[in-house]
């Protein structure tokens, strides 16, 4: 059971500082679920978009589009991992809606903003939905494969020039996954491609460094080869090099210093996530994976013994920070924050979640649908059919095509 440590609220609070947090036991299951619960109320309690007025998919300032399509991401592990349904009409609205009238994740308003990696957050929230049979809409996020008609003018775009190394990753990632998804050895191909032409990147980001991590993982799962096998165990041992101090995730580029920006008090949650899903396909990597994942979650929970402020308006003494290793709140909390320790939390009980299926497995038709993954049969959506579930796969197929031009561009700079 998750409880407020009140009795140590008002002893320790005074003396030294609000001492409430989530109380987790980490070897139970159900409290684990309830402190994500929590943490995900505490989330979602700044999210709007299903407000009459508001749009679906929005964050408000002075959150980006593409934060709130990754947290969707979230979300939809968050269904997949606990089974709670609390969130998943307003995922599916807050996906349809921003798909776009050609549902293509290029909604008109956010093209002329957004860089590839923003929609690439959005295509991998697409495909994780598809990977995990996230309940489908009635009407599919994507009823079409095409390719981006703006590419010529993306190099204008404002998040072109300096998140090379993050765009590339999404679209090694997503092709690493399309490539399992559907069997199609084109995206394979150029997962490999891209892969090459990446090999001096210097992970600076976690974020960075994980949406490799994964895709290797993808790439290695697929073809069981020696080649994938050794760079996947290279990129988690920089990873874990680089990113984890005394085992608990962090980011060493700015949180040290004070300095994260909002985007980037949100790029650890993704690496968590990303490490996550590689223990599943690489089943390998649990031993050093899985320690990490629980130390991380643990530290975490700590952190969220945080007050009611004007960027947290969850449960009292529940806003997490950002800064893990205080294991208590550190004076930073947001929407990112929130993101990254329901990250942690949530991912400790990752391993016990069903595998990402694929449409020869699990994805094809509507009798084994749902094989390994929570009853859900309460939404007013269609029946899950092969259509719809490609045609979530269409939608980031289309991402893909335009992310391959635009890397093409970076190439002949
Ligand atoms: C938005 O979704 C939340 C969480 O499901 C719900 O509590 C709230 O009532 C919804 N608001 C509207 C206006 O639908
Ligand atoms: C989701 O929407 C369906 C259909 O409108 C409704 O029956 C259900 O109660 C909603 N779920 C939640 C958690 O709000
Ligand atoms: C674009 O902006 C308009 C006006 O704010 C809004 O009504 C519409 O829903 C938005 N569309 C998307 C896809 O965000
Ligand atoms: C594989 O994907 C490529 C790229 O989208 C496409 O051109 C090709 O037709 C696909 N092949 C099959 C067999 O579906
Ligand atoms: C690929 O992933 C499946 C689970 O989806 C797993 O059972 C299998 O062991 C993985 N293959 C390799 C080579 O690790």
Partial sequence: MVRIASFASTLAGVLLHTATALEVNFDNQGDVFDAASTIAFGLMRSYTGNYTGDVPGNLPDPYFWWEAGAMFGHLVDYWHITGDESYVNQTVQAIVHQSGDLRDLMPKNQTHTEGNDDQGFWAMSVMAAAENNFPNPRRPAAIRVQRRPEMANLPINKGFNYKNAISNGCFFNLA???????????????????????????????????????GAAVMYNLTGSDVWKQRLDGLLATTVEIFFKDSVAFEQACEPFKVCNIDQRSFKGYLLR????????????IDIIRPLLRA??????????????????????????????????????????????????????????????????????????????????????????????????????????????????????
């Fill in 176 to 214: 690493a996954r399309l490539a399992r998804y559907t069997g199609n050895s084109t995206y394979a191909e150029w997962a490999e491609k891209v892969y090459d032409w990446e090999t001096e990147t210097e992970f600076l980001w976690s974020y960075n460094a994980g949406i490799h991590l994964h």
């Fill in 274 to 285: 990303w490490m996550s899903a590689t223990t599943h396909l690489a089943p390998h990597t």
């Fill in 296 to 413: 991380s979650g643990e530290a975490a929970a700590l952190a969220c013994d945080g007050p009611l402020n004007p960027d947290f308006k969850g449960h009292a003494d529940t806003a997490c920070g950002q800064d893990w290793s205080r294991r208590t709140f550190d004076g930073f909390s947001g929407v990112g924050e929130q993101m990254n320790a329901l990250a942690a939390v949530m991912y400790t009980q990752g391993g016990a979640s069903a595998a990402p299926v694929t449409l020869g497995s699990g994805g094809t038709s509507q009798s084994d649908a749902n094989a390994g993954a929570p009853e859900k049969s309460k939404y007013d959506f269609a029946p899950i059919e092969t259509r719809d579930r490609v045609a979530a796969a269409f939608v980031t197929l289309a991402i893909c095509l335009g992310v391959v031009v635009s890397a093409v561009f970076m190439i002949m700079d």
